[in-house]
């Protein structure tokens, strides 16, 4: 009855095989031959040639990716409730040296065009003022909203017409895919590169970065070693990446959590404070609710003073997710 | 015949059995119950109270470790060839901010008092120099030599008495240690932080940073998320190093290493450029005769124009440790 | 006609002659007798031991006090407006190596109790969110607004209460203490540093940090030199702030800036946007407006589509400030 | 008979007046009219097109310059005991973001191209080790030495061979091109840009940056400002400028300073460390013989424990010097 974090889910047995698949010797760091297919797995699944490179966690692909985007003394626009913003530990600082986030408002936690030029538009082009160099978007956003390929197409429109680089920050970027019936290539968009989750939706230790413009990838490289992301047996990331996307793992775990997080849902649709694209439910409980289904079994965090959020997983039980959503409905 | 690197080398069975025994979910991050353990498993092996968190890699323990002792105006004093300086990709600049790696001479990239007072004796207390705030040495060192108690209680004396915080890189602290027939705490000695060795020792994905200071662990929580190396199934990782150290896997894994090292060297004393206290053996070997080796089937790194560096694992097979020894005696 | 910024005001004969003073050659550096009189000259001023170091700008000394203060990983509470967030070309990121700005909200750019505990409150006390440890407040604020002793008194209090840093920005220091007829004491309460503005105020390219705790002041002298801020011909800054401080000429220059400033508003009140407490003027005025000042001569910026700042200086024409608030009335 | 630093000396006379006629109220940081007329004065100086910025300090100058030449994973060759390396309090470390100094050796402190390859061409084109962006050279030396257009333009190629910026810490340039008979173009040869020193040959608070390449000033001016060196009155640093470039002044101080030089040295020859091609003059000198000199009342660095250091100035006494020279020929 665990709803708290679908980073908190089981490793999925395919990627548990190819991890001990893995295991026989082979060249460190990502000289090995899982290592090296990357490119070309997610050249397949994009529809078009991509660097691809794996780290540990999304905070690191987020901040590497934009690392390669934005100088020092630049500036990057994001939703004020971004995870970079947000749940980072200030790591963009970090990686980014001191570069400066600028923050948009957007309805859950998407942005659009007219927040991002809001936003922009104010700062003079002059040296007393950060200017901004990249955008970043979150698919699907921390309020489990999936952005559609022409709001994608307006803000990489928005992007190129400003010299700014995007980044999609795709934690549950399969979450997003599945909802909307997209492919991967799709559900991205025109996004110079995207970090590619899969801890969350049934990995264990790897985030993938994709890079659609490969001049980036090659300065990441060496932002990943230098932030001491260059594992050195990183052919046990790679196998969980090629499990992900070698098959249709990536879709069928998100789908599977879609659908509990749906079986929630239907019951509490008058709570719901956002409509549920992804895996993500967030619902209107007071204290004194949270209280009761705490006091039944379930895991989930508060939401500010009067809400919670519950996060399906690829392994939650529809069974389970149903009461829940029943659960909710008897308070 | 693979002695290119202990990065290479299998995962131990222990810590595969560990690790699937972890795959219930759990709390995310660092919130379950195994990382939970860690300070306790580790005060334990060391004697006193210790605090242990867990990164994907060296460097960022490394890294993370120094970061806490040393401001960015300041600077580390080193060895020459420390792994720190010569194959972290410039991560000590990256994690300390611009720190300075400051670096002193040694035979076997070992420090001693003296060299490292050769460095800092001259450097002037005024603002135009940067002031050293800690020491950083490595147990193995990288030629795999090991530094004995009462070398590491004179170098701790001279960091005492100068203000210095004393940090010990431990990729091979294990080799160290079973080498010497030392326990952790001796093989340590006193400093006031240690990286834990365990990928090349058997394990997947997880090192160790102990913190004989607990008020530096506080510190480098925060800059462990900011880094983006807190993973959010941190249990995992945990797992790793409670199978390392619940046990005397940590050192049995060691022994088996160590013991193929001298496997190697039985028949080649002559051609070594290093006393083999761990599990590297650099042999003098030109061009012509690595490729003799290579022909065989051996496989290894060159170390400069005329030499070559063999590295043995836990998994190593004596008998072709012993085997390569002859065919290197037979060149 | 000129009211655009104090920035571009004269230097005051009394700092030139100081300046000429100081030109036969001396130590280099901060070793001149000059540089070496600033903490007793500050000290006499605020009635307790300070030290002072000398730097060019605001921006310099602002981010160089904050930068003892907090570290990489933390976060300093400022107002939304505050110069370090605006116009600073985000040289807080810089000087902080990456630490954060928390913005909080306040009328007239001014900071309290309760705003910034509307930011810092809802920080939890983990490693994914950035940890304040400093607040920032700006006598007199951006829109020229003085805090009054008991404001700062509270607002010392809630920082020592959770146990945060506290600076002051002065670039307009002596305006606000003329204005509240306040002694440098009473005007910087109980603050851990402050940036004392001279340049504004007459002075031509020396800045003052003062700090409280003589600790900060230990660290910023080698975060001085590090930002290339220590100058070799150091006694040329350290004459113009012993210039403003060993007579009451600091206090006399913002008293005839205020002065100016309330000649411009007395025939504008209607008009203005904040109280005239030092010697900024905000005032509503539309495009056509501004349009027909501009005819006349004046040199302003504009502020906003609705609006105009006009800046007095020590050397403002009395006779001209009226004049313009004439002008503006006969709008 | 102060022979510490030129940095200590007196301001010229011709750089107070062309500062006295700056101080008419302008527009404040670089937009007034001396600050808008540096360009066309050191491209009328260099024969070229290049844009110029004025800053406080040779370390500001030198690490703005270099931090537009090199990312944050980077690194500069330079001389061992260059001023970048040795006594600018690690600010390189600060503004290039961690990147690296890779130190090489030279006679007179002065770099060759083949100095340079026994740094950079052993460094293996991996992630694991820092990569060179930039060679930093010095004219004149740390040891005052002069490099010959022919042993630039040999550096130059091999920069740009490797792909490497080439920056020129020029805080003696002047003293450089007097010695050779150089125009300003020919002492500076084919570098991406030169900061031009002025503080220590006359003027009071101002260096320029001279960049050959525009795109690099796009960039520093950004960086100026995010590190607090854009000054608000920065018309008086112009002045000094162009009051140095405007006229021969800068030629004809460097001479004087020289001049000074070769007279000390006169009668003191058999004793130099160096030969002496600019204004800095190393003699062997032990401890007794320093404290001789100094109950003469001469005033000097010690230079390790055999030598001393002699630096004349454009204010220097000819007859002063020659007596020094005597004085240490009668030791």
Redesign the interface.
């Known amino acids: 009855m665990?709803f708290?974090?679908d980073?908190?889910?089981?490793?999925h047995p395919n990627v548990?095989e190819a991890m001990?698949a893995a295991?026989?010797?082979?060249?460190?760091?990502d000289g090995d031959a899982l290592s090296q297919r990357l490119d070309e797995a997610f050249s397949g699944l994009f529809g078009r040639e991509v660097a691809v490179l794996w780290?540990?966690?999304?905070?690191?692909?987020n901040?590497?990716a934009l690392s390669a985007m934005v100088?020092?003394?630049?500036?990057v626009v994001c939703h004020r409730e971004a995870h970079i913003e947000?749940?980072?530990?200030?790591?963009?600082?970090?990686?980014?040296?001191?570069?400066?986030l600028m923050l948009a408002d957007g309805e859950g936690a998407k942005l659009a065009p007219q927040a991002i030029s809001a936003v922009i538009d104010p700062i003079r082009d002059d040296?007393?003022?950060?200017?901004p160099h990249a955008i970043s978007i979150t698919q699907a956003s921390e309020y489990g909203r999936a952005y559609r390929p022409d709001e994608i197409a307006a803000i990489a429109d928005l992007a190129r017409s400003r010299g700014l680089g995007l980044h999609m920050d795709g934690a549950r970027f399969a979450n997003a895919a599945a909802f909307l019936g997209l492919s991967a290539a799709q559900a991205a968009g025109d996004v110079d590169a995207l970090s590619f989750g899969c801890?969350?939706n049934g990995g264990?230790?790897a985030e993938g970065i994709v890079f659609f413009d490969p001049a980036l990838a090659d300065?990441v490289?060496?932002?990943?070693?230098?932030?001491?992301?260059?594992?050195?047996?990183g052919r046990?990331?790679a196998a969980q990446l090629l499990a992900m996307v070698e098959g249709d793992l990536w879709l069928d775990n998100a789908r599977a959590a879609n659908a509990a997080a749906q079986a929630i849902t239907e019951q509490a649709k008058q709570r719901l404070m956002h409509p549920v694209e992804a895996n993500e439910v967030f619902i209107r409980l007071n204290p004194d609710e949270r209280e009761v289904l705490r006091g039944i079994g379930y895991q989930f965090y508060d939401w500010g003073a009067d809400a919670a959020r519950f996060v399906a997983?690829w392994?939650s039980d529809l069974g389970e997710a149903r009461a829940l959503g029943q659960a909710i409905a008897d308070l």
Chains 1, 2, 3, 4 share one sequence.
């Open positions: 665990r708290l974090s980073n908190a889910a089981r490793v548990w001990r295991d026989a010797g082979d060249a460190p760091y780290v540990a966690t999304g905070t690191a692909a901040c590497l100088p020092p003394h630049g500036g947000m749940d980072e530990g200030g790591a963009p600082g970090f990686y980014l040296h001191g570069a400066k040296v007393h003022q950060v200017q801890v969350k264990m230790t300065v490289r060496y932002r990943r070693k230098r932030s001491g992301h260059l594992q050195s047996k046990f990331l997983s392994d």
